[in-house]
C-alpha cells in the first residue's frame, strides 16, 4: 500500500508560476511509474503529466506541454510538477497517482494509488 500526499498548491495570477509536489511512501518508490492528473469543478478528472519510473521518459497533456515539467527524484521519493505560464484553465485540484507497472502512462486504469490532491487556482 502506497500513501501519497500532494503540497504546493495555492493562488496564483495568470502568467504566474508554481511547484506542486508528491511525496511518497509505503512502497518501493524507484519501481512506480508516476503521473499527475486534474479536475476541474464539473469536469471529468483528465491527465496532464507522467513519468516513467527511472525518469528517462515523460508524457504531457498537449495543452500544457512547453508550461509544464514533470520530475522526479527517487531519492526523496517525490515527484514534482513545475507549472510556468498559468492560465485560468489550468485551475483545478491536481492529484498525483502511483502506478505499479512504472512506465508512466496517460490512462488513469495504469495508476492503483492516488492522492487527495492539491487546488490550483488561476486569477486572470
Known amino acids: 500500500q502506497a500513501k501519497l500526499v500532494e503540497s504546493g498548491g495555492g493562488l496564483v495570477q495568470a502568467g504566474g508560476s508554481l511547484r506542486l509536489s508528491c511525496a511518497v511512501s509505503?512502497?518501493?518508490?524507484?519501481?512506480?511509474?508516476m503521473g499527475w492528473f486534474r479536475q476541474a469543478p464539473g469536469k471529468e478528472r483528465e491527465f496532464v503529466a507522467a513519468i516513467s519510473w527511472e525518469g528517462r521518459r515523460t508524457n504531457y497533456q498537449d495543452s500544457v506541454k512547453g508550461r509544464f515539467t514533470i520530475s522526479r527524484d527517487n531519492a526523496k521519493n517525490t515527484v514534482y510538477l513545475q507549472m510556468n505560464s498559468l492560465e485560468p484553465e489550468d485551475t483545478a485540484v491536481y492529484s498525483c497517482?502511483?502506478?505499479?507497472w512504472g512506465t508512466g502512462g496517460h490512462l488513469q486504469v495504469e495508476y492503483e494509488y492516488w492522492g487527495q490532491g492539491t487546488q490550483v487556482t488561476v486569477s486572470s
Open positions: 509505503g512502497r518501493a518508490f524507484n519501481s512506480l511509474g
Open positions: 497517482a502511483a502506478g505499479p
